[in-house]
DNA sequence: CTGAAAGCGCTTACAG
DNA sequence: CTGAAAGCGCTTACAG
């Protein structure tokens, strides 16, 4: 009964049997066994005729013995935000020194998907998981299931109802420093253009907004804002005219896009920018940067929050589970669009 | 002698054990073989167990039997581009319908790294690579190595004295059509700006470019050319200065940032675009779509691109191995900038 | 039809 | 110091 099916010619068995040596010795040469004391000139003939047959360890069966595969899955949640290029690059930077090597999945913001995806790495094997999770319908079955199993996961954001370890942008206080620095350039009708507030990130900036407007006199029915269905062109331009209708001198976006789309129809009703209109937005993208009238943006610390996430699942891999659930506060940069002092 | 050290409480055992069964007959259930005749009810028993105990299939264990990880690596060369993060959507995408897992990492365009992340991805048993390769340097020995023994591996681009197949742009053509837009738009002094021409996709960017030009009548001295060192911004905007004063009255940028930058420049010297000066990016990036004036660009076919590449891959995984050695022709995106009629 | 056995390519503990 | 053996968790071919 012969059952061996090689894929490949098995190069260490032949390797054995060149130079009369066992197999398990051939292995301790190759990995530098230190226990190993065969003579200096074996141990080069050994790895020359490696190198000649073109040996390479067999990562697999390394993993399945150790029972770690060097692995860590990152779901996102979109395509096409840079931010989400930021993170994988940090993500596969700081990984690589430790060398884990990064599986890429989208969700697409399809908490199926995303469901998916999660039993799918996990039934790789993957070391541990960071997710961006999905916007909408947090009830992931699964999710719950891998926490409950004191698998090593850690979120890009707080997800409501769910127990998960975080680190994230403090969004509350990115909308407080939109607005401050709006009132700091004096001005006077600071509004507000963004979706319709389905999710936390856009709710807390949201309401970081009003409140520092609240705790500078306004009230919060002289605050304008237009809240629009969907993030299409199509949508925004119709949010900005309205917005642009209520007299506002000053707009904090949700985002750089929708800013860039919003000055646009500022400047098509002649609106001088900054002058009789100061408009933030939110991430500090290139295109905010690239602008014929850069963008004043409030920008995530996406380094620095990943490094500290990095190093969240890293002990959750090696066993230790310590808590982290961790806010990082945004940084103001400010450009040409609000610069009216 | 007992050397079982488990990582985990194997699960197949228990339910075996608890079943009366064989652990034969236990993975014959769970993987729902056809040649098992279990009673209907024994698997369902078997099942559920499985089901409460948490077991999951280890992928790593099937992979080493099975010779096939699921697996493909993309080193990319940067992590910037927007292109890079069309490919890898693209890619993830085709992949994951037959169940491939990617695999991602960045060369940042430095040989030695990306020859560094040939080799890992090698020794982890991808099934294949898709590369993206460093912009300089290819005498790469592991990139000719993986060849060499025929291991699936493509690229994106073509790459000079290496045998290796992929499916390109063809940025030659690229050039051609943007010239062609220019002189069509009525354009009569078009100039180029690009970076210094040390690679092919750039290189052919220009021969496109100026061979258009000279089937138009154009001697190759009449057309104005600036190479900028690198492309930071501090040195497109002093190429941009330099362009401008020789008077072109259009221009082809090797990229929307580029040609951005350069709106920028000739907007502050008062010319009014595109009646005065017609401006085309390449890449049809966010930057230029979102610009307050609209960017005419070149776009590379991403999607049909990466599918291509992607079959390739497959039927060399699948042990099929067809030349794959493809260029596509890229599509002019006409917007605000050039449209002079 | 069921189940014991061999094997995928390694590592580890241990007998000689 | 070397090497045979057992095991990681699966699959496959085959004996009963």
């Known amino acids: 009964m012969n059952t061996k099916i090689r894929n490949t010619p098995n190069i260490v068995e032949e390797i054995a049997e060149r130079t009369g040596i066992a197999v398990s010795t051939v292995y301790?040469?190759?990995?530098?066994?230190?226990?190993?004391?065969?003579?200096?000139?074996?141990?080069?003939?050994?790895?020359?005729?490696?190198?000649?047959?073109?040996?390479?360890?067999?990562?697999?069966?390394?993993?399945?013995?150790?029972?770690?595969?060097?692995?860590?899955?990152?779901?996102?949640?979109?395509?096409?935000?840079?931010?989400?290029?930021?993170?994988l690059e940090n993500m596969t930077k700081i990984a690589h020194k430790d060398s884990y090597h990064i599986f890429v999945a989208c969700s697409y913001n399809n908490p199926d998907l995303e469901d998916e995806l999660l039993r799918e790495f996990y039934y790789r094997m993957v070391d541990g998981i960071v997710i961006a999770p999905a916007r909408f319908g947090h009830e992931s079955k699964f999710l719950s299931k891998l926490i409950e199993l004191k698998f090593p996961i850690?979120?890009?954001?707080?997800?409501?109802?769910?127990?998960?370890?975080?680190?994230?942008?403090?969004?509350?206080?990115?909308?407080?420093?939109?607005?401050?620095?709006?009132?700091?350039?004096?001005?006077?009708?600071?509004?507000?253009?963004?979706?319709?507030?389905?999710?936390?990130?856009?709710?807390?900036?949201?309401?970081?907004?009003?409140?520092?407007?609240?705790?500078?006199?306004?009230?919060?029915?002289?605050?304008?804002?237009?809240?629009?269905?969907?993030?299409?062109?199509?949508?925004?331009?119709?949010?900005?005219?309205?917005?642009?209708?209520?007299?506002?001198?000053?707009?904090?976006c949700t985002n750089d896009r929708i800013a860039l789309l919003f000055m646009k129809k500022a400047i098509q009703k002649g609106k001088k920018i900054p002058e009789q209109m100061g408009i933030i937005g939110f991430d500090d993208t290139e295109v905010g940067r690239m602008s014929l009238i850069p963008l004043t943006s409030i920008r995530q610390k996406l380094a620095e929050a990943t490094t500290q996430l990095y190093e969240?699942?890293?002990?959750?891999?090696?066993?230790?589970?310590?808590?982290?659930?961790?806010?990082?506060?945004?940084?103001?940069?400010?450009?040409?669009?609000?610069k009216r002092r």
Do not use: W
């Open 28 to 87: 301790a040469i190759l990995a530098d066994r230190k226990s190993c004391f065969a003579s200096r000139k074996l141990k080069e003939r050994v790895k020359k005729l490696a190198d000649e047959l073109g040996y390479r360890p067999n990562y697999i069966a390394v993993s399945l013995k150790k029972g770690k595969t060097g692995t860590i899955g990152l779901i996102v949640s979109d395509m096409n935000a840079e931010t989400t290029l930021g993170r």
């Open 154 to 252: 850690v979120s890009v954001t707080c997800i409501e109802n769910v127990d998960i370890d975080f680190v994230s942008t403090d969004y509350f206080a990115g909308g407080y420093m939109a607005g401050q620095h709006l009132l700091e350039m004096g001005y006077t009708k600071p509004g507000f253009l963004g979706p319709e507030i389905t999710t936390t990130a856009v709710k807390e900036r949201f309401e970081g907004f009003t409140k520092v407007l609240v705790d500078n006199g306004y009230k919060i029915d002289d605050v304008n804002v237009v809240l629009v269905r969907n993030e299409t062109n199509q949508e925004i331009e119709k949010g900005s005219d309205k917005l642009l209708e209520t007299g506002v001198d000053a707009v904090f």
């Open 312 to 338: 969240s699942l890293k002990k959750k891999i090696q066993g230790q589970n310590q808590p982290c659930k961790m806010f990082i506060k945004p940084e103001l940069i400010v450009r040409e669009s609000t």
